[in-house]
């Protein structure tokens, strides 16, 4: 390691942070006020799409996503800006054919994006291969993520070789993500060092403090050596959301690792997301909980928005009293399903199919469809075999050991097609596909705002669009 390094800081706050925080209910009214501050700071880039960001828009703030990304590339011009991508999946929640993973990835270069962040909840590359492809020819940052979590087959060996296949893969730097916040202190020194030591790219730090442990193993894995963390301006820091920027930046201020950030324009953004802040937790937008240290995380190894989400599963069925049973029967679930991360969409899998286990009380009584997709393979493969038994209870179905999207037909002239009456951009061929019926709804919104029509006079009856 050199003499001084200096450390890299991205900032999440209007992609992961607030998403961690408020359901990425932050819309872009709120950011654009505070833009030309963000981009005078100096980060070496600033996470601002991808993740949720994308369907929030849609769904919930009848904004255009591919637009966002443009006001933001015109705004901060002196900024590099980052995406969060699920590999295969892209932003959607199933495999996408390798035509539309190329066309999208190009699109959101093409619209502003340099750095492409890029994972598999599996940690199966061959899920990320083509869009990390597809960066590198469109000439964007390909940064492969590694689903970090702890257990059984997750060795220092394990991620070496991890970490290898990725360089060779063509990765221009590795993240260490971290989405549960398991990551303890000594944990952070032994894998950073191990890396530093094995691969030439750099490596970028991603955590949560949800278990409370963040910004003293962001300490740790600096003095390690690594490249890079990820952090969030202090207003959405902390609970769910990453460690505050002005502290990490504070806490190696005069140091070999010195950020050369400066804190008087930190504080510029403190004080517009601080109001923001305010509004979220006057309106009920934010709760809270969201802020609180749940050591739960790191007793049971699960992520704390998984937690809440099993909390409101129970109390739906009136089962509230069988959270600890819940909480118990997850790991054993995991371990059947081949020792899965947690993260979207195998923390959400296993979570649901130990409700039902104990709800039902037989394991595997009812398998949920999503279970089922994982026990075939159309995910990928788990890190370690699946429980044959278990397995076994999805009938005479074939187990996928191919890369799934090989097993996909090319389908963006299809679907191209099926949005004609609605496409007003290339992109929003992309939308639909991600989100099918969900993104025509916002299209007929988006007509109707612009044209002044109300959209539930609109005669849609002879219209009918696939989701």
Known sequence: MSENKKLKIMETVIRDGQQSLIATRMPMSDMKPILSAMDEVGYDAVECWGGATFDSCIRFLDEDPWERLRTLREMMPNTRLQMLLR?????????????????????????GIDNLRIF??????????????????????????????????????????????????????????????????????????????????PIHLHSHCTSGVAPITYFTAVQAGVDGIDTAISPFSGGTAQPATEVMVETFAGTKFDTGLDQNKLKVLADHFRGIKDAALKSGLMSTKVLDTDINTLLYQVPGGMLSNLISQLKDQNAEDKYMDVLQEIPRVRNDLGMPPLVTPSSQIVGTQAVLNVLMGERYKILSKETKELLKGNYGATPLPMNPEVQAKVGDEPIITCRPADLLEPELEQLTAEVADYKEQDEDVLTYALFGQTAIDYFKRRAALRDKIDPDAMDMKNKAYPV
């Open 87 to 111: 590999g295969q999946n892209l932003l959607g929640y199933r495999h996408y054919s390798d035509d539309v993973v190329d066309y999208f990835v190009k699109k959101s270069v093409d619209n």
């Open 120 to 201: 598999d909840a599996l940690n199966d590359l061959r899920n990320v291969e083509t869009a990390v492809k597809s960066a590198k020819a469109y000439g964007a940052h390909a940064q492969i993520g590694m689903s970090y979590t702890i257990g059984e087959p997750y060795t220092l060996e394990y991620w070496k070789d991890l970490a290898l296949r990725m360089q060779e893969m063509g990765a221009d730097s590795i993240c260490i993500k971290d989405m549960a916040g398991l990551m303890v202190p000594e944990a952070a020194r032994e894998m950073i060092t191990m890396l530093k030591e094995n691969v030439e790219i």
